[in-house]
């Protein structure tokens, strides 16, 4: 099982109540999960000192948890809720995979540039955090924004559909790291005439709590099932997972529930333009503001 989602209530919700927007596959073959099992004893090798052996009677930090509630991705969740679901869920469906290729965190950002410079038609993203910004990254630019828009400006159809934010924090008047994203590259597109939209997602009217999804579909061919965020911290230095499916059902199925949240995330409201600058450069030198 390789899941974008927390096993929480809103990750995992109850029929009936609402959840997140997460992508999920079960696989069925040997040699992968052998590489998953492989994974999972390094991660659980014991001569690190990083894990408690609770059967040999190894002791528990001791922690207060929190109550669910107090989870501000709960909160929001709970605020939205209020009862039934309005949408149906999108089915699960069966089909045939060529090839299922293991990523993880922090050893993934090759593979995902791979992905995303082998897209020769299309590319879809859904991403819950997708920032411009990393701050260990050459000139503090998002490697992964930067691909993206490097696919557009080869002629790739490239849609980005990223999380509201606000769901979290409805009263914070700055632009969400999401919403600067979207007005960057809606400026890319328009100043350079790309094949290039982004937009964020209408949580009211698709009918989720929030986009916790980490997807891509490329060429309607490979797809990416994924835990892994596009902020730095999560590429660079957590233990991820991500499979990239090489499978003409994956991503149509993949496909229909992007095209089920896009469709009903299009807004009239965009971005105050500015005059074009003649290079992506530019925008950084201005520290990502528009003025």
Not at 106 to 133: D, V, Y
Not at 211 to 240: C, F, P, Q, W, Y
Not at 259 to 264: A, L
């Amino acid at each position: 099982l390789i899941s974008s989602e927390n096993f929480t209530g809103t990750g995992h919700p109850v029929a009936g109540m609402l959840g997140n927007r997460g992508w999920e596959v079960v696989l069925e073959d040997r040699a992968f999960t052998s590489e998953m099992t492989a994974l999972f004893r390094e991660d659980t090798d014991l001569r690190f000192s990083d894990v408690t052996d609770l059967v040999k009677g190894g002791a528990l930090p001791q922690v207060t948890a929190k109550p669910e509630k107090q989870d501000p991705n709960t909160r929001a969740a709970l605020a939205l809720a209020k009862g039934a679901r309005k949408n149906r869920a999108i089915p699960s469906e069966t089909g045939q995979v060529a090839n299922a290729s293991l990523l993880t965190s922090p050893e993934a950002m090759p593979g995902l540039t791979q992905l995303i410079r082998g897209a020769r038609e299309s590319l879809e993203i859904e991403h819950m955090s997708f920032p411009m910004s990393w701050n260990g990254a050459p000139g503090g630019k998002s490697p992964w924004v930067q691909e993206v828009l490097k696919a557009a400006k080869r002629g790739v159809n490239v849609r980005v559909l990223l999380n509201d934010e606000r769901t979290f924090n409805p009263k914070d008047p700055e632009l969400t790291a999401n919403e600067r994203t979207v007005a960057f590259l809606l400026e890319e597109a328009r100043c350079n005439r790309l094949p290039l939209d982004a937009r964020i997602v209408n949580v009211k009217k698709v009918g989720l709590t929030y986009i916790h999804n980490k997807g891509m579909i490329a060429d309607d061919r490979r797809t990416l099932v994924s835990s892994i965020n596009g902020t730095e911290n999560s590429v660079t230095n957590n233990r991820e997972v991500a499979v990239l499916l090489d499978s003409a059902d994956a991503a149509a199925y993949y496909g229909k529930a992007f095209d089920y949240d896009w469709e009903r995330s299009e807004s009239n409201e965009r971005p105050a333009t500015v005059p074009c600058s003649p290079s992506v450069e530019s925008w950084f030198e201005l520290g990502g503001m528009f003025y």
